[in-house]
Structures are given as C-alpha cells and as structure tokens.
C-alpha cells in the first residue's frame, strides 16, 4: 500500500483525502465535477465525463474507498490561495490494471486531469517529477501513462517527466513508461 504523497510550493498543494476534507466534502465534490464536467479537460478523455453533482459525489466516495483498500490512490492538486481543487492524479495500482487491461507486464499507471482554466500552466509538468520521485523511494520503479495520440501537451509533460514511448495501447491511445532507479 502507497503512503500518502504531500507535495508543497507556493502555489499549490498536492494531497489525498484528508480527515479535514470531510467537512468540506461538498465542496470537493464541486470541484470534481467541475474538472470532470470541463469540455477542454474532457477533449482527449470524454468517457471520464461526469453529468450531475450526485456523479461527483459518488466518484468521491468510490476513491476514497479505493484508497484505503490499496486499489487507486487519489491526490487532489488544492490552489492554495483559492482553497478550491484544480486538478485530480490518480495512482492505479496493478492489481487493479490487471482487471482492465490485457498487457504483458503491470505497472502502477498515473492519469491526471487539470481544470481547462489550469491548462499550460505547467502544473504537472512542475510536479511529476516530484511525485515520481517520491514514488521511486516507495520502492515503486515502473509507472505507467496511457495517453491519446492527439493530446500533444500530456505527451509532452510524459516525456519531461522521462516517460518515454512504449508501445501502442489501443487505436487511440499510446503507453508511455518510466522506470526509476
């Protein structure tokens, strides 16, 4: 099981649930529904798409769940200033992958989605490395990334991050991987 991953700088903090979100859970599952209801976070990954508040709701109870059972663990990019979440990552461990996908080998994957007003900010490719860092001395050394041809910039924030091309995952998407010392 992950410990959890907290991550600071001036700007934002990276986190999972926490006992405090509990009584901020509404507003938390308002900020979900709005990245996951975003047309411009969506364009590339429409079948993430949530339609109603309840959805959000029910995806937040479902990945709190998750974390504490070692299947996804959830962190939430918090805007310090603005005290609102700006963007999900989410960790699936390869148990969970192995469900899902037929592969050769099971990595933990990383997908992440920004608020469309998040966009070229540079917010992941500022804190990938750091959060695959801080997996790396969890003694996890393989991850891996599913991302759509057509999305130039998470590819690019992959390849920063030395996430490199590693064959293609299906007729949309290609997988990307980086293993750390």
């Given amino acids: 099981m992950l410990k959890p991953i907290f991550l600071e700088n001036d700007t934002l903090l990276i986190h999972p649930f926490r006992p405090e979100d509990l009584g901020r ?6 900020d979900i529904f709005s990245i996951l209801s975003d047309d411009q976070t969506l364009k590339f990954i429409p079948g993430k798409r949530l339609n109603s508040l309840q959805e959000a709701e029910l995806f937040l109870q ?18 310090k200033q603005l005290d609102k979440v700006i963007g999900i990552i989410d960790l699936i461990s390869p148990e969970v992958a192995r469900q899902h996908y037929q592969m050769d080998h099971y990595p933990f994957f990383i997908e992440f989605y920004l608020s469309g007003f998040a966009s070229g900010c540079y917010i992941m490719t500022e804190i990938l490395p750091q959060l695959i860092d801080n997996l790396s001395d969890q003694g996890i050394s393989k991850i ?9 910039a998470a590819r690019k924030v992959l390849e920063k991050a030395n996430f490199r091309y590693k064959a293609k995952f299906d007729m949309l998407q290609d997988l990307y991987e980086t293993t750390t010392p």
Avoid: P, W
């Fill in 25 to 30: 859970f509404e507003d938390l599952s308002s």
């Fill in 62 to 79: 479902t990945m709190v769940m998750n974390y504490h059972s070692g299947h996804n663990y959830i962190h939430f990019i918090t805007h």
């Fill in 144 to 152: 891996g990334a599913v991302v759509n041809r057509k999305n130039i």
